[in-house]
């Protein structure tokens, strides 16, 4: 079974989840950590629990949800993983961070690529990948059907959307991941966001008020 710890890091007040089973490997999503506070609790929380971290994955690769990349990656010697539709982002992260006035370390490139219907693996534990863009080019979401949760980045939030007015943004194409995908998935799946609280997909059929059926 796996177990869930959420951190909310960094001005942006972004998500990122720890996922762990009784085999101690653990996935880290959406390292967004940046100043060292940040950092340590992170690090305090896998080395107390002894875990052992086997993958670092982003949701998209917009620079308040991979701040903590370089730290993560070379303190528990991990690759990078993402979809290959965020490369702008990553390559241009410095220049993006900048425009928010926000520190960001020379990031480690991704060292692996993930795609629709992918499936990571982590101790006894694994993970299906969902192409969702809209909110941005790249844009997974992480889906695991025994526990019936799946986290998903700013795509989808409690009583909201992911914005749209960024770069790579389209609200036609996140309204389809949204309603052909998301909304595909059984009512009381737990919705994990990049920013927020938790939703469920069967409160967001019926709430959310950016959705129109």
């Not at 993930?114 to 909110?135: A, C, E, K, M, W």
């Not at 979401?141 to 749209?164: A, H, M, P, W």
């Not at 009381?188 to 469920?200: A, N, W």
Request: glycine letters at 6%; a negative charge.
């Amino acid at each position: 079974m796996i177990s869930i710890k959420i951190f909310t890091f960094n001005s942006f007040q972004t998500n990122t989840y720890l996922l762990y089973d009784n085999t101690k490997a653990c996935a880290i999503i959406d390292a967004a950590c940046v100043d060292e506070d940040e950092k340590k609790m992170l690090a305090r929380f896998i080395e107390t629990n002894e875990l052992k971290p086997k993958r670092l994955i982003y949701t998209h690769c917009h620079v308040d949800h991979t701040l903590g990349n370089t730290f993560v990656s070379e303190r528990f010697d991990l690759e990078p993983e993402v979809h290959p539709e965020g490369k702008l982002f990553w390559e241009m992260a410095r220049e993006f961070s900048s425009v928010f006035n926000v520190p960001y370390d020379k990031p480690i490139s991704p060292g692996k690529f993930l795609n629709d219907g992918d499936l990571i693996r982590f101790g006894n534990s694994s993970l299906h990948v969902l192409y969702t863009p809209g909110h941005a080019s790249g844009s997974i979401c992480l889906l695991n059907r025994e526990q019936k949760f799946v986290i998903v980045g700013d795509v989808l939030f409690y009583g909201s959307i992911g914005r749209t007015d960024l770069p790579t943004g389209n609200f036609n194409l996140l309204m389809n991941s949204i309603k052909d995908i998301l909304f595909t998935l059984e009512d009381e799946t737990i919705v994990y966001p990049g920013h927020g609280p938790t939703t469920t997909i069967g409160f967001e059929k019926m709430n959310n008020p950016f959705i129109d059926f």
